[in-house]
């Protein structure tokens, strides 16, 4: 079980850095979109980035069941 656990927590760290390294490039994403107007280019970048959020929110979600079945505290 012990072994389980920590495979657990290094697939949690690795998906939460993941995650953060995401995170950062949707921040630049954003801060490049608001030095332009919009066009069709722009566009798609917005849908990969709604569609990436969406993948966000999806593993934060399933990381916090993981947890709580778990019972650990982060």
Known sequence: MEMENMAMSMMM???????????NGMKMMMTRMQGMEMNDEMGMDM????????E????I????????AMKVNV
Request: a negative charge.
């Open 13 to 23: 760290k690795m998906s939460m850095e993941r995650m953060m390294t995401e995170m």
């Open 47 to 54: 849908k990969e980035m709604m569609m990436k959020m969406q």
């Open 56 to 59: 966000c929110d999806e593993m």
């Open 61 to 68: 979600s399933t990381m916090m069941q993981m947890m709580s």
